[in-house]
């Protein structure tokens, strides 16, 4: 089975701290994604990269940046964090190129950050 | 833009029910349609996945039907049972991208099924 791996269940951070967020996955997914999940919104796609190096704007990538040195590895970083940045932020990944479609996105347990 | 939909926004049933979750969106120019369950806390796992050209997808006890035409979908879940209970949430992926990177999800219906 796909395993996706967030480093952290829970954060709490103050205002201003630089934040990041680290996901793994273990299955050569050249896929990879970032969401919040926030009550009443939905999952919203912050960032998403197809491939190393490779990345693109989600819906709502006001406030964060992304990084994927390697294959496996996608950071979602908040330079400057805010309290309308918390929320629950879930990693995501999914096999093919950015063309290819039938495939199911698995995700991991999620990151529950809270910026006080 | 593509929007999707899922009403009610919670349901709660007995043990033993056969029941159906409902999804609309409104742009049948779509991909695929995928169904995830979330419990809660936790991140969403993927259930089933119906291509455009599907009408239908089975798992075990799970059944997802697509009509894109009525820009529609259900998922059947038979003889439910309280390990069910969970958010259901279905996303679609549009045709002219097609990839994962522009799913649109539903806010999700919770479901509690009582022993």
């Known amino acids: 089975d796909v395993k996706v791996t967030q480093s952290s269940r829970y954060l709490v951070k103050r205002t201003g701290e630089k934040v990041f967020l680290e996901c793994v996955q273990d299955?050569?997914?050249?896929?990879m994604f970032w969401y919040r999940q926030d009550p009443g919104l939905g999952l919203r796609l912050i960032y998403f990269s197809y491939d190393v190096k490779m990345k693109e704007k989600g819906d709502i990538p006001e406030g964060y940046s992304v990084s994927r040195e390697k294959k496996e590895r996608f950071s979602l970083i908040l330079e400057s964090a805010s309290t309308n940045q918390t929320s629950m932020y879930l990693c995501?990944?999914?096999?093919?190129?950015?063309?290819?479609?039938?495939?199911?996105?698995?995700f991991g347990s999620g990151t529950q950050l809270s910026v006080l | 833009k593509q929007e999707v939909t899922q009403i009610p926004a919670a349901l709660s049933v007995p043990e033993g029910e056969n029941l159906v979750l409902n999804c609309s969106f409104t742009?049948?120019?779509?991909?695929?349609l995928q169904w995830f369950r979330q419990d809660p806390g936790k991140g969403l796992t993927s259930l089933l996945l119906?291509?455009?050209?599907?009408r239908e997808q089975t798992s075990g006890r799970l059944n997802a039907s697509l009509d894109k035409s009525s820009g529609r979908s259900t998922l059947y879940i038979a003889a439910s049972q309280p390990g069910d209970s969970a958010t259901y949430l279905c996303?679609?992926?549009?045709?002219?991208?097609?990839?994962?990177?522009?799913?649109?999800f539903g806010k999700g219906i919770t479901l509690s099924v009582r022993p």
């Open positions: 119906i291509q455009s050209s599907q």
């Open positions: 299955m050569d997914h050249e896929n």
């Open positions: 995501a990944s999914s096999s093919g190129t950015a063309e290819a479609t039938n495939e199911k996105l698995f």
């Open positions: 996303a679609v992926a549009p045709r002219n991208t097609g990839a994962n990177s522009k799913l649109t």
């Open positions: 742009d049948s120019a779509i991909y695929n």
